[in-house]
């Protein structure tokens, strides 16, 4: 009778160390994705003046220290007035700011690098996107803001 148990023990031993390693070599095989995504994100946006803050609407990008780049595109049919982005990290105080790119307008554009690098890992991380001034038309656009 207790062979019997030993062997049911040594089975079911067998079985829970069969699963944890399985899972094991799965998160391994998974956790280079999980960063390789936390370092992406999406961003859109309607302005109908001249500026959109993404830090005052919440808006927020996880973001690596490093390299920060941005792609996207903007449409305002009619309108002549580039559209800039600034980096930003929403903090106690001041946001600390690591420079604005020009996207243009009525274009698309890839891998713009800000030129100051993200200083920490962080997700409050912003975007505010801008123009000169104001005019009539709005401008819509979309994109996404990355680590390299």
């Known amino acids: 009778m207790f062979n019997k148990i030993e062997s049911i023990n040594s089975t079911l031993s067998g079985k829970i ?5 399985t899972l094991a070599v799965i998160g391994a095989i998974l956790l280079p994705f999980a ?14 003046y001249y500026v959109v803050d993404g830090c005052d609407n919440n808006e927020f990008h996880y973001l690596d220290s490093g390299t920060v780049k941005i792609s ?3 449409s305002a049919p009619g309108s002549t007035q ?3 982005y600034e980096l930003q990290r929403d903090r106690f105080g001041p946001n600390k700011s690591f420079g604005s790119v020009n996207g243009g307008i009525n274009q698309s554009f890839s891998n713009l690098t800000f030129p100051n690098s993200a200083d920490i890992n962080s997700s ?3 975007i ?9 038309y709005t401008v819509t656009g979309s994109g996404t803001i990355f680590n390299s």
Do not use: E, K, W
């Not at 160390?17 to 390693?21: A, D, K, R």
């Open 17 to 21: 160390l069969s699963s944890i390693v």
């Open 35 to 48: 960063f390789a995504y936390a370092a992406s994100s999406s961003y859109s946006f309607t302005m109908q």
């Open 72 to 74: 996207g595109s903007t």
């Open 82 to 84: 580039d559209v800039n």
């Open 124 to 126: 409050n991380y912003c």
């Open 128 to 136: 505010v996107i801008y123009r000169a001034s104001t005019d009539p």
